[in-house]
């Protein structure tokens, strides 16, 4: 008796992990910019396309890259475009990255609520990430040292602060650096002379976006290109995902109604226009 | 008289009496290659993970080596300079990184040591058995909890109360990572320094008793002294666990590669070499010179802690003998 059991046992969990065995899946890796997004899409997938098993990770644009390279992942989420040797690598490889830009974002500089400055050129911006401006009072706020965080390299939120900003120079010694965009919201929140950058999607009540050069960080800002530092971002596939197949479902999601209520439910800019 | 040569029949049968004492010639090689086969898997098996370090230090010092070649050693563990992914001419400097490791280990070892030598000696000599048990099982369920838990309460919690209390400018600075650092080196040092101080025997105790001293003059005169070797020994293995914690520092110390300005300031922000590896290595791109240099400075770390773990094996032996002699 207990060994029909045990054999009974033994038999549905076979039964069961073919059925998982056999199943569809999908794996995304990438940014932390645009993760939420590919997250927002899976759960849509998830009610429509139940047999499909996505899972998407988030550790930095230059990783998703980098498994995109090595086929360890379907779609690679990026918030900047290939860098050059990455796109080399993958020709080498026989991997054919193809672009898909899925929303628009803007890299808002945000300081904390009681902070009175609410405007700057991008000038005093890199100023201040090159330790030429230490203290807020030399900027028009009240005498407290200014906290400088950054993202760390493997960002491509760094990536586009660092091309659009600094335009090249090497930000000085004691800037912090945080891993992800949600640390740098947390940082910039419990730190009072604390300035940061985070996507446009995680400025939330808790800190402050400041007027950069005049303009304003908004959705017709970004998306027009007005906001200085505005960039697409984008979903990398290994070739043009084959027409109807999931991944291609995944890619061209953005383009449908419902595909840009979650672009827009997640802070970023659609590109369409319903 | 016929049954019971029956029996002995069968019990002879079953120990293999009625077979010939002499080997065939199969059953002598059968022997032999099955003996001399169950050692050599043995054998292997115990190599394996002797060789697990080996090729460890083996790949390390591959991955390094040509960028040890390239650049100058002298400069790289001398400039605090550390833009790597700068386009036009990156640097490599590790002394910011080092100092910044020195610093908060040293100073974890400060909070630490005191308050874990005093609670090694309460748990040895001043509680009760029973009490000790449950005392010294909650103290390892310390080192248990994830790092990553201990960075989440290192940002979301004491880094607000650290600017609010003190008036730091930043919360995420090397005093924050030094605190967490020394509640995660804690246990280790705890357990390793109960155990030498257990051990150093009732006789010990008796005789200083007898000769008049009070609890205080054994304690601090007589028993730490003759378990030296086992409390320095757990000292080092703290020490090895705060220089090679990465999490708690990569979310707690604020990551600045600067060399804090008056050098004794600890509310400025540090980095140390492990937050650098873990943050940087995700993003290079293989083979690059950001990628041997990260490697450069995993082998300084693995060679940092196997002199540091030589230290605590001569400690730990000297420390056994001294337990065997008494």
């Not at chain 1, 910019?33 to 899972?55: L, M, N, Q, S």
């Not at chain 1, 491509?156 to 602060?161: A, E, K, Q, V």
Request: net charge neutral; with cysteine; aromatic share 10%.
């Amino acid at each position: 008796m207990k060994r029909t059991l045990c054999y009974g046992l033994v038999l549905m969990a076979f039964v069961f992990s073919t059925q998982v065995i056999g199943a569809e899946k999908l794996h995304i890796e990438g940014s932390t910019t645009v993760g939420p997004i590919a997250d927002g899409f899976a759960e849509v997938f998830k009610d429509v396309y139940p047999e499909v098993i996505i899972t998407v990770n988030k550790s930095g644009s230059g990783t998703g890259a980098a498994a995109l390279v090595d086929n360890r992942c379907d779609i690679a989420t990026m918030s900047r475009f290939m860098k050059d040797k990455e796109f080399k690598d993958a020709i080498t490889k026989g991997v054919f990255p193809v672009a898909h830009a899925v929303a628009m974002d803007g890299v808002c500089i945000v300081v904390h609520p009681s902070n009175p400055v609410s405007a700057l050129t991008t000038e005093q911006v890199r100023n201040i990430y090159l330790g030429k401006i230490k203290n807020w009072n030399q900027v028009g706020g009240s005498s407290s040292p200014i906290v400088a965080i950054s993202r760390d390299t493997a960002s491509g939120t760094y990536d586009t602060f660092e091309g659009f900003i600094m335009k090249g120079q090497k930000m000085d010694s004691s800037i912090e650096y945080v891993s992800t965009n949600p640390q740098a919201f947390a940082r910039v929140k419990n730190t009072r002379g604390a300035i940061g950058y985070v996507g446009f999607g995680f400025v939330q009540t808790g800190v402050k976006a400041l007027t950069l050069d005049g303009i304003k960080p908004s959705k017709q800002t970004i998306l027009s290109g007005k906001y200085p530092v505005s960039r697409p971002l984008f979903m990398f596939t290994n070739g043009y995902p084959e027409l109807g197949s999931t991944a291609h479902k995944f890619v061209t999601f953005h383009l449908t109604e419902i595909g840009q209520e979650v672009v827009e439910d997640k802070g970023f800019v659609p590109v369409t226009n319903y | 008289m016929m049954s019971s040569n029956k029996n002995e029949q069968t019990v002879a049968a079953a120990a293999g009496f009625d077979q010939p004492l002499l080997l065939t010639y199969t059953q002598d090689i059968k022997g032999f290659l099955l003996k001399h086969l169950g050692r050599i898997v043995l054998f292997v098996l115990t190599c394996t993970s002797v060789l697990a370090v080996f090729l460890i230090f083996l790949f390390v010092i591959l991955e390094a080596f040509p960028f040890l070649n390239r650049f100058s050693i002298v400069e790289f563990l001398t400039s605090t300079a550390w833009y790597p992914s700068a386009h036009e001419r990156p640097e490599f400097g590790v002394l910011a990184l080092i100092v910044g490791s020195i610093y908060v280990t040293i100073t974890a070892l400060v909070f630490s040591v005191p308050i874990g030598i005093l609670a090694a000696v309460f748990l040895s000599d001043m509680i009760s058995f029973q009490v000790r048990g449950i005392v010294k099982s909650i103290i390892e369920i310390l080192a248990a909890i994830p790092s990553v838990a201990y960075g989440f309460f290192a940002v979301l919690v004491l880094a607000p109360w650290l600017q609010k209390h003190f008036g730091f400018p930043t919360g995420t600075n090397a005093l924050n990572a030094s605190l967490l650092l020394s509640i995660m080196a804690l246990p280790t040092i705890i357990s390793v320094a109960e155990d030498s101080i257990s051990a150093t025997g009732r006789e010990l105790r008796e005789a200083s008793y007898a000769l008049g001293a009070t609890r205080v003059e054994t304690m601090f005169k007589v028993v730490i002294p003759a378990a030296h070797s086992g409390i320095i020994a757990a000292i080092v293995l703290g020490m090895m666990r705060a220089i090679g914690e990465t999490m708690v520092v990569w979310m707690a110390s604020g990551n600045a590669s600067q060399v804090p300005h008056p050098w004794w300031d600890l509310s400025q922000s540090v980095r140390t070499m492990t937050a650098t590896i873990a943050g940087d290595m995700g993003e290079t791109e293989k083979g690059s010179d950001h990628y041997r240099a990260l490697f450069a400075i995993g082998l300084l770390l693995l060679v940092m802690t196997f002199m540091l773990n030589l230290v605590s094996e001569y400690f730990l032996t000297r420390a056994k003998k001294s337990m065997g002699k008494s």
